[in-house]
């Protein structure tokens, strides 16, 4: 059962992340430029995510800390999965537009999203949980 939630909300995470990738081409690029709408839209994902895990953690009864971080770690592994094969395989993108998002040194913060996945419900936890502010059914073992 906890498994068909954390992959239902990875599918909302994805549908936030496509309708936040549709709104910075149509409404935010077209104003402030390409690589500023791919910040503000990096920042937007990222805060939107936060938010979503937030949510899920604080409602549900994980007490375990490996068990945050496995789904963390699911979630990055299905997104990375989905991007290829969605942006290559329905989408058209070559794959060397796909791997540039993931450089960082050319200003891409890609990684930095991912990386906000990942560790999104242990941070939620560790802000949530130990303030009081979820299910007081949950208990985190740090």
Do not use: Q
């Not at 690589?35 to 805060?47: F, G, N, P, Q």
């Amino acid at each position: 059962m906890l498994l068909l939630r954390v992959v239902g909300i990875w599918v909302l995470i994805v549908i936030l992340a496509i309708m936040n990738g549709i709104l910075r081409e149509t409404l935010i690029a077209p104003h402030i430029g390409s690589y500023m709408a791919h910040v503000l839209s990096s920042i937007i994902l990222t805060v939107l995510v936060f938010a979503v895990v937030s949510i899920f953690v604080c409602k549900s009864r994980i007490s375990s800390v490996n068990v945050l971080f496995s789904i963390g770690a699911l979630w990055v592994v299905l997104t990375i999965l989905f991007e290829f094969l969605f942006g290559h395989y329905v989408m058209g993108h070559p794959w060397s537009s796909l791997f540039a998002d993931y450089n960082i040194f050319r200003g891409r913060l890609w990684l930095l999203v991912l990386l906000s996945v990942f560790f999104s419900p242990v941070l939620a936890a560790r802000l949530f949980v130990r303030r009081g502010k979820s299910n007081p059914a949950v208990r985190i073992n740090w």
